[in-house]
């Protein structure tokens, strides 16, 4: 058990670029959940999966952020044209559904900076 | 719509003392409680996770309580060391789920000193 990966851990980019981040949870693990964490601020909940279905999206997901996690491993999180509104660092969770404590395991975050 | 809110924003203590960090919610139809811990431009790591129907939970020098009516929760940190300075992050996730959704707190920014 290696825990929760992010790749890459930090991401500059210029406002208008497209930007992917990917998450590897936790082997066993069938919840995957992405969060987004501005400074000074606690995380906000920005979707989830639960296997390779998306269960939920925040209001904060706009359009331009999509979400997939297509064989129900790892996840990928695509911002398009970024915006500077869209720099923070963006978290990935996991856990394991039916468990009794349903703890969620994240990950280092990808810190990203749009100029 | 539920909020959470910790108190106090920042405390900076001498090594050794004991001290209690603060949470309250608004909304009582909660899953459960968890604890995390946040080092600087890092993750967060799970210290303690409370069910609704429990009263604490209690790791090492680490003791959390829940009051689940009054929209409370504390932990209860002993005999404070530097290595324990770091953000603590208090979330609450919503009755109905299995714990998906967390919504957190701003945060206690911890600082002790040596």
């Known amino acids: 058990d290696t825990g929760v990966s992010q790749d890459p851990r930090h991401k500059i980019t210029k406002r208008g670029q497209n930007v992917t981040f990917r998450c590897d949870p936790i082997?066993?693990?069938?919840?995957l959940y992405w969060y987004r964490q501005t400074l000074g601020q606690g995380p906000e909940f920005l979707t989830y999966?639960?296997?390779?279905?998306?269960?939920?999206k925040s209001r904060l997901l706009s359009d331009r952020f999509s979400a997939e996690r297509p064989k129900g491993s790892f996840s990928t999180l695509e911002i398009q044209r970024t915006e500077q509104g869209d720099s923070a660092m963006y978290l990935c969770?996991?856990?394991?559904?039916?468990?009794?404590?349903?703890?969620?395991?994240f990950g280092p975050g990808t810190r990203l900076t749009v100029l | 719509k539920q909020e959470v809110t910790q108190i106090p924003a920042a405390l900076s203590v001498p090594e050794g003392e004991n001290l209690v960090l603060n949470c309250s919610f608004t909304?009582?139809?909660?899953?459960?409680l968890q604890w995390f811990r946040q080092d600087p431009g890092k993750g967060l790591t799970s210290l303690l996770l409370?069910?609704?129907?429990?009263r604490e939970q209690t790791s090492g020098r680490l003791n959390a309580s829940l009051d689940k009516s009054s929209g409370r929760s504390t932990l209860y940190i002993a005999a404070s060391q530097p290595g324990d300075s770091a953000t603590y992050l208090c979330?609450?996730?919503?009755?109905?789920?299995?714990?998906?959704?967390?919504?957190f707190g701003t945060g206690t920014r911890l600082a002790v000193r040596p």
């Open positions: 979330a609450v996730s919503p009755l109905g789920s299995s714990g998906d959704k967390l919504t």
């Open positions: 082997s066993e693990h069938n919840r």
């Open positions: 909304d009582s139809a909660i899953y459960n």
């Open positions: 409370i069910q609704s129907s429990q």
């Open positions: 969770a996991s856990s394991r559904s039916g468990a009794l404590k349903d703890t969620q395991y």
């Open positions: 999966f639960q296997n390779e279905a998306q269960l939920e």
